[in-house]
């Protein structure tokens, strides 16, 4: 959503601020502003609109909670237009709704008016929205969309006749859009047509009545639509457009009239001519606005600082809620205020989410322990591999080639060529993983992978954790597994030569690979045991005995418990190497430690 | 044990005592345990043992193999923690101080663990749940009804659509989480798991990706407990004087609704195209769970109430360990730089 400032102060013509502190301010009340730029003079916005904010789809929504953030007036920028409605002279446009996926329908017929090419502030104002501009009249149906966040549409009568039928097609094959493309209709599409052929789909217009320079008269119409439909149809139709974004949403057509009023104001004074039919408005289920109850000492409650209860009765009051009592009822433009949560996030953000500390933070509450076993095992599984030398790999758990055809399954929508099934085992992904380290030619390779795999059992899908392990040695492998105290697979499917895969479900006593877990803190913090990284680095390469033996001298023997180097890095772009020491200490608190090690390597 | 047997142990268990070196250690090990290695040969002979004594022999010659895998395991672990002691090397003992192979974890899993020693310090438990889930778990308890556009920003990647599909967002460990848990209240709990994505895979995306989530349920608890938890987080993984502000925004699932950006740290605030000027980085959502969430799982939202913030691994652990394609995290090239992570 692209914001002109300038356009905005129309609404809000007190709104001074530089645009940064706006680009702020709209971010922290949920706005969130990329950036904003400079086109032909004008300061443009650039904004990511919240899916539930469809009023903020437009400036007047957006107009709204400023005015209400920056307490300022909120003004209409034009003079409302009384319109003709009752006259009988006026002819009645025959128009016809026959589907319940139409909300509300303004409509209206203009006639001898001089269509012509868009002044200049009007271009400038699209293309500052990234907008191509048509011609006066079309130009101005978007102007509206982008002031009120409401799609809008003009029919060329001369093409379209004044026989207007908003329908589900019902005979109709195909769609030319406005830009050329041809759509394929079925029976779902939700359409606006005359007796003989299309006119427009709800979100998008069609060739076949297009407004051009000699265009003379119109019916122009403001809709909102069932926003399921319209979401449908786009995505069956796989047609995205300004007007289906926002119908989409849930829009209020409470504001139907001021925009429609204000288009029609804004197509005389550009293009001339004269109201030409009576004013149709289609709007069977009026708007039934939701009564919350609301507790004004709930946002200090939730937000956890003080926020007054005048300040919250005095924002609702800004955003034009109807206060009675303790019952709320919100504006009909805010379609996303249904419960008393939404209430309170309105109070908190505009009371301010910067004024919440950020320094206080949960403090530690012993509470039952729920995590499942075999994260446990999961996780000591590692740190014996570790150990052992091996490294943690991970693949990816959807590949190109399935291993047993009746039980794999298969993704229905993926847009990877590569990755349509899930894996059923390990061992295929660490074969690729091995052929990896050996195009950069590791030595000695050694490495794991813990992840799952999948199966489908007749309509169950089912998945499992396994352990998947490749050596170089496999006598190794063997002997590691062993003193894992896990089941040896030789050969078969799941082992293949070096590799060996293990599937944690099937092991027969999970919790013998678990540690103990300390409940008592009391012992745990006396036998604790703390273990500290240092990186150091050296111009040259040294014995690492050496260093050890250098370093473990300045650490008293009370206190080191174990001292190892992990890891020995050579920066090819500086010549330096960079050890990496793991140091492990008792007999101290962590601060303690920490301070000993610090210093120790010099760290400080 | 068989009398035979018993010598073979006292004197393999000599050698392996008075072993100095990794290639004696390696010589005696095949010499035992190889293919054609001395336990070997013994079970190949136990088809000239009579039938009455088979038995007993194959239990010995188990226990023989056993006890001597043992010893060795003991001394290759000696001899790993031996090589770390503090005595000066001389010509004899050199060799045994060369370094153990360390292996490493993965780079996400490192990032994971660091997120889950932070939590458990805090009393959460780690937690999990299934990959392939339902729409009514990754949606629905989640406040995301079917058509809902805040399903457009997921593409999910479906199994049996429009019923089953690969779970798009740890917040469906949340849906399984209070189902399971709404009986035992109150939770905390943390959970790392991959996420799915129908997105084409390139430097920048990938179709499946790493989040972390945290999930609070209990009485009074409130913005300031989330905020003042997340600010935690960010200061230990990244460093205390990380700026991160918290701003308004919306997820269906939560309400309040708060996002977190941290200051960038290639511009710190003023722009630059790392944050595409914006000054700051999006580092995930969070908020109040919303009351149609604990409803959903039977929990009274009038008592209870709770929070919830996730955050992607991927881009933090790329920016952290210099990698600049996230393929290379789950496409196994990552060894070409074990000594960098």
Redesign the interface.
Same mark, same amino acid.
Do not use: Q, W
């Given at each position: 959503m692209k914001l002109i400032y300038s356009q905005l102060q129309k609404f809000l013509p007190d709104l001074k601020i530089e645009p940064q502190q706006l680009r702020d301010d709209l971010t922290m009340i949920g706005h969130f502003t990329n950036f904003f730029e400079e086109i032909d003079s004008e300061i443009v916005f650039d904004l990511d609109i919240k899916v539930n904010r469809g009023d903020c789809l437009g400036y007047y929504g957006l107009a709204k909670d400023l005015s209400v953030f920056y307490n300022i007036k909120l003004i209409s920028p034009f003079r409302q237009r009384e319109m003709p409605e009752g006259q009988r002279d006026l002819e009645i446009l025959p128009i016809q709704i026959t589907t319940d996926n139409v909300k509300r329908v303004m409509a209206v017929k203009i006639s001898n008016f001089k269509n012509n090419s868009s002044p200049q502030w009007l271009q400038t104002f699209l293309k500052c929205h990234n907008t191509k501009s048509i011609n006066t009249l079309v130009d101005l149906t978007n102007y509206i969309m982008f002031l009120y966040g409401i799609p809008n549409h003009a029919f060329d009568t001369a093409k379209s006749t004044d026989n207007l039928i908003w329908e589900m097609n019902s005979k109709f094959k195909e769609f030319i859009s406005l830009d050329g493309s041809k759509l394929f209709l079925d029976n779902k599409i939700l359409m606006i047509n005359n007796p003989d052929k299309t006119l427009s789909l709800s979100f998008w217009g069609g060739e076949s009545c297009a407004i051009d320079l000699t265009t003379t008269e119109t019916i122009i119409e403001l809709a909102i639509y069932d926003r399921t439909t319209v979401r449908q149809n786009s995505r069956q139709l796989k047609s995205v457009t300004e007007a289906s974004i926002r119908l989409e949403k849930d829009l209020d057509c409470e504001l139907i009239p001021t925009a429609f009023n204000h288009l029609v104001n804004l197509i005389l004074e550009n293009c001339g001519g004269q109201i030409n039919s009576q004013i149709f408005d289609h709007y069977p289920q009026k708007t039934n606005l939701p009564q919350i109850e609301f507790d004004p000492k709930k946002p200090s409650l939730v937000s956890g600082i003080d926020i007054s209860t005048n300040f919250s009765l005095d924002c609702l009051k800004r955003l034009d809620c109807q206060i009675n009592g303790s019952t709320i009822t919100p504006p009909s433009l805010r379609k996303d205020i249904t419960i008393e949560a939404d209430l309170i996030e309105e109070v908190i953000r505009f009371w301010g989410y910067q004024k919440i500390p950020t320094n206080q933070p949960l403090t530690f509450k012993e509470i039952s322990d729920i995590t499942p076993k075999e994260i446990y095992l999961i996780e000591n599984l590692k740190d014996q591999l570790i150990q052992l030398g091996y490294d943690e790999v991970l693949t990816w758990p959807l590949i190109t080639n399935s291993i047993d055809e009746k039980t794999v399954i298969k993704t229905q929508n993926s847009i990877n060529s590569e990755a349509v099934y899930l894996r059923q085992s390990l061992i295929p992904s660490l074969v690729q993983q091995l052929d990896q380290y050996n195009r950069f030619k590791l030595p000695e390779p050694q490495f794991f992978e813990i992840g799952k795999v999948f199966f489908k059992d007749g309509n169950n899908f089912i998945e499992k954790t396994a352990l998947g392990i490749y050596n170089y040695d496999s006598e190794k492998l063997q002997l590691d597994i062993k003193n894992l105290n896990l089941p040896l697979v030789k050969g078969g499917p799941r082992g293949i030569d070096n590799f060996v895969e293990i599937i944690l479900d099937e092991l027969l006593k999970p919790e013998k690979y678990i540690p103990n877990q300390q409940q008592n803190n009391a012992i745990e913090l006396t036998s604790q045991i703390i273990t500290l990284d240092a990186n150091i680095t050296l111009d040259n390469k040294e014995d690492p005995i050496k260093l050890i033996l250098k370093y473990s001298q300045i650490i008293s023997s009370k206190y080191l418990w174990k001292l190892i180097i992990t890891d020995i890095y050579q920066d090819l772009k500086t010549n330096k190497y960079r050890y990496t020491f793991q140091a492990s200490y008792f007999n101290l608190d962590d601060k303690t430690a920490k301070s000993i090690h610090l210093k120790t390597f010099d760290l400080i | 044990m068989n009398q035979n047997l018993e010598e073979i142990k006292n004197q393999y268990q000599a050698k392996i005592t008075d072993l100095k070196t990794d290639k004696g250690l390696e010589s005696l090990?095949?010499e035992l345990?190889?293919?054609n290695g001395l336990i070997n040969d013994l079970f190949s002979k136990i088809k000239e043992i009579p039938n009455e004594g088979k038995k007993q022999y194959g239990a010995d010659l188990n226990q023989l193999k056993t006890e001597l895998?043992e010893l060795? %395991?003991e001394k290759r672990r000696r001899h790993v923690?031996t090589s770390?002691q +503090?005595?000066?090397?001389t010509k004899e003992n050199k060799n045994i101080?060369s370094?153990?192979?360390?292996?490493?974890?993965?780079p996400?899993?490192q990032t994971e663990r660091e997120l889950n020693e932070v939590f458990r310090?805090?009393?959460f438990?780690?937690?999990?749940s299934?990959?392939?889930v339902t729409d009514e778990f990754n949606f629905e308890r989640l406040n995301v009804p079917q058509?809902h556009?805040?399903r457009?920003?997921q593409d999910s990647?479906?199994?049996?659509?429009p019923e089953?599909l690969?779970r798009t967002q740890t917040s469906t460990i949340e849906s399984y989480l209070l189902k399971a848990?709404s009986q035992?209240l109150?939770?905390?709990?943390a959970f790392p798991g991959?996420v799915?994505r129908?997105?084409?895979?390139n430097r920048s995306n990938h179709?499946?990706f790493h989040q972390y989530q945290a999930v %609070?349920v209990d009485k009074?608890v409130?913005?300031?407990?989330l905020?003042? +938890?997340m600010?935690?987080m960010f200061k230990t993984l990244y460093s205390s004087d990380v700026v991160?502000?918290?701003?308004?925004?919306?997820y269906?699932e939560v309400?309040?609704?708060?996002?977190p950006d941290m200051q960038c740290f290639s511009c710190h605030g003023k722009?630059c195209p790392l944050c595409?000027?914006?000054g700051w980085i999006?580092m995930g959502g969070s908020g109040?769970i919303?009351?149609?969430v604990l409803e959903a799982a039977g929990i009274d939202s009038k008592i209870w109430?709770g929070f919830a913030f996730g955050m992607g691994l991927d881009r933090w652990t790329m920016a952290q360990k210099n990698i600049k394609d996230i393929r290379t995290?789950?496409?196994?090239?990552?060894?070409?730089k074990?000594?960098?992570l």
């Open positions: - | 090990r095949i345990f190889g293919r895998e060795f %395991v923690s770390n +503090t005595s000066l090397p101080f370094l153990p192979k360390i292996g490493h974890l993965h996400i899993t310090k805090l009393g438990s780690v937690y999990n299934p990959e392939i058509n556009p805040a457009d920003m990647i479906y199994i049996k659509e089953y690969l848990k035992d109150p939770i905390r709990a991959s799915f129908n997105e084409k895979v179709f499946v %609070v009074n409130t913005m300031k407990d905020i003042g +938890t600010d935690l991160v502000r918290y701003r308004c925004k919306y269906p309400e309040p609704g708060v996002g722009g595409k000027y914006a999006e109040m919303h009351p149609k109430s995290l789950m496409g196994g090239n990552l060894a070409y074990p000594n960098e």
